[in-house]
DNA sequence: GGACCCATTGTTAACGTTCACAGTCTTCCC
DNA sequence: GGGAAGACTGTGAACGTTAACAATGGGTCC
C-alpha cells in the first residue's frame, strides 16, 4: 500500500538508520571531521549514496547561522559593464562556494538601495556586493551599515565600505594622452551622467591629462552612455569648427559619434579622432575600428569577492580596503595623426 | 555592563513579550491572519517597529519547505540576448515577490546543467528557469526532472518541462521574405552555432521563405555569433559573385559583416543589403543602422516567471505549456530595393 | 596497574519559525 | 438561560540540521 505515495525526501535520521550510526556521526561525515573511522564513513557515504540523501541547507542556515549566499545589487544588468562585473562576481562566488542571489535595480535612488539591501538581510546572506557606480547609490551605502560585510564596485570614496574599483581618472588621462601625443591641439569630451562616478572618474583624468599639457579644456557634451545620446553629441560636434580630437565617456556612445561623423562627411580618423572607454566586443568592429580603455571587468569581479570573502571570512577586523584595478590602452583605427 | 557587546537581532519571542502576546499571534499578525483583535496588532505592530525586528526567513523556509527563491540557470550572461531575458525574469520574479538565484555558465555541457540544477535544487529553490539555448541543454533537461518546477527558456521541443521562447522560424521567415520583397534573387545566410536551437530556428525560417518563393537555398555560412565570426563570413561573401541579399543571425555578426564589406569597399545597402537579428541598441547606430528582428527578451522573462509561478503556486498539474513569443520586423538602412 | 589522554561515538538541546490543536471569551439564537 | 458558533489567543510540537557535552574504549606513561 501506498508505494504509490511520492516518497519523501530522506534526512539524516535516515541515513543513520540506514548505515547504524547515530545522525551525529552522519553530521560529522558530512562536514569532514576529523575524528570519523574510516569504515564508519564508507559505510555512511554508501547508506548516503543509497538513498539519495542531498543535505538541507536551509536548516544548517538555521543553525549556522551562515547561507553561503552571496547578495548582489546592480544596476541594469542588461549594460555590458554592470553585466560583466555580475559575471565575473558570480564566477568568482561560485568557485568559493557560495550561491549568488542577485537584485537589479531599474534606477537607483536612496530608497530603491536600501529596500534591496534589506531585501537581501532579510534573506539572510553573507555579504553583499553592490555595483552601484552613481554618486546616489555610494551615498546611501555609507549611511547604511546594515549588519553584513559589504563591498563596493565603483562605489566612490572609501568611507565606511571597502570599495573597489576600476582607475577611472587614469583610464580618462590614458585617452586623452594619447590624442595628445598624436599632436592634437586639444580633446573634446562626451561625458556620461553627471551622477555618475565613473562619467566623473573620466572627466577628472581627461581634465588633468589636457591640465598638464597646459591646454583649455572645451565644455564637455553630456551624454547618458546610450549610443543615442552619443549619436546627438556627435552631430553638435561636426557641426563645430576646430574639432579634430573626441574622447567619448563608453564606446557605445562612441559608436553615435561615429554614426554621426560619418552621416555628416566627416572622417575618421582623418579629420578627427575618437577614443572610446570599456572595449566592448563589438568595439573592434566599429568603422572604424575603435581605439578604446579596456576596463577588466572580471578582474573586477573576482577582487570584489575576494575583499567580501576576506570579510566574511577573515577573523580580524578588515580596515576597509580600496582596491584599484588599473584600466590599459588598446590601439585600433579610429585615431590619426594630425 | 556589557553594552557594548552588539545586541543579537531580536526574534519573535521577543516581539511577543514586548507586546504582551504569545509568539503565535505575532506570527499571526506577520501573516496577516483574519482573526487578530485590530488592537493586538497594532500592539504587535510598534513592538516590532520598536525593537526593529525581522523575520528570520530561514526559520520560516525551514517549517514551510518553501524558500521563495527562484534558481536561474544561464549561459553567458555577458551577451544581450541572455542578459536581457535574465533582466526580465529578475524583475518579474521579484515583483511577484521572489528571490532570484543565478547560475552562469561558462560552457554548456550535460554535467555543467546537472550540476547547476543539483546546486540549485540542493540550496532549496522553489522553481527553476534555464535559459539553455543549446540543443545538449535542452536533452539534459528532458532527462533531469529534479523534484522541483521547471520552465525552460528557448528549450526546444517541449518534452518533459515547460517552454518559453521566441519564434526563432518565424523571425527568419521575416527577414528572408523581407530581403526577397525587395527583389533579391535569393539570400544568404550568416547562421549561429549548430549546436544553439535559435541558430537552427533562423536557418529553418530562412530556407522556408526561400523554398516558398521557390529560391534555391545557397550553402549557410557558419557563425559562433561574435561580431568576428560575423567579420570572417562578411569576407568570404565580399569576395563571392552574385551577393546581394545577407541574413545574418544576429546583430553582432551582422556588424562584423558590415566591417568586412565596408574593409572590401562593398556598399551596403546600395549593392548588398544585411538584416540582422535582436535589435540590441546598437544595431540603430551601426553604419548603416542595421535593419533587424526584435525579439522581446523582457516578454520572455515575464512569461517563463509566469508560467514557472503557475506551476509553482497552481494546484491543478500543469500539461507543460509551450508559450511562443513572435518576433517583429525592425525596418533601418541596411537593405535596399535591388 | 592506575591515571590520563585521545579517538570515536552518542545524547540532548538549541536555531526561529509555522502548524495543529486546545483553550477562553463573546455573541447570538431559541 | 443553555448552548453553539464564532472570534481571538495560547501551548506544544514539529522542521532538519549543528553545537555542546557526555560516554566509551583503547592505548601510553610512569
Known sequence: MGSSQARRMPVMADVAREAGVSHQTVSRVLNEHPNVRSETRTRVLEAIDKLGYRRNLVARALVTKHSRTLGVVSFDTTLYGPASTVYGIEQAAR??????????????????????????????????????????????????????????????????????????????????????????????????????????????????????????????????????????????????????????????????????????????????????????PESEFFSPPLTTIRQDFDAVGRNSIEVLLQQIEGEEQRACERLVVPPSFVARASTARV
Open 95 to 280: 568557485a568559493a562556494g557560495y550561491f549568488v542571489s542577485i537584485v537589479s535595480l531599474k534606477s537607483i535612488d536612496r530608497t530603491g538601495v536600501r529596500d534591496a539591501l534589506d531585501y537581501l538581510a532579510d534573506q539572510g546572506v553573507d555579504g553583499i556586493v553592490v555595483v552601484a557606480p552613481q554618486r546616489s547609490a555610494a551615498q546611501t551605502l555609507a549611511d547604511l551599515a546594515p549588519g553584513v560585510p559589504i563591498v563596493a564596485v565603483e562605489g566612490g570614496e572609501a568611507g565606511d565600505v571597502s570599495v573597489v574599483c576600476v582607475d577611472q581618472v587614469e583610464g580618462g588621462r590614458l585617452a586623452t594622452e594619447h590624442l595628445l601625443s598624436l599632436g592634437h591641439e586639444t580633446v573634446w569630451h562626451v561625458r556620461g551622467p553627471s551622477d555618475w562616478l565613473e562619467a566623473e572618474g573620466r572627466v577628472a583624468g581627461w581634465r588633468a591629462a589636457l591640465a598638464q599639457a597646459g591646454r583649455a579644456a572645451p565644455e564637455p557634451l553630456a551624454g547618458d552612455w546610450s549610443p543615442r545620446s552619443g549619436y546627438e553629441a556627435g552631430r553638435s560636434l561636426a557641426s563645430m569648427a576646430g574639432v579634430s580630437a573626441v574622447f567619448v565617456a563608453n564606446d557605445q556612445m562612441a559608436l553615435g559619434v561615429l554614426r554621426a561623423f560619418s552621416e555628416q562627411g566627416v572622417k575618421v580618423p582623418d579629420q578627427v579622432s575618437v577614443v572610446g572607454f570599456d572595449d566592448i
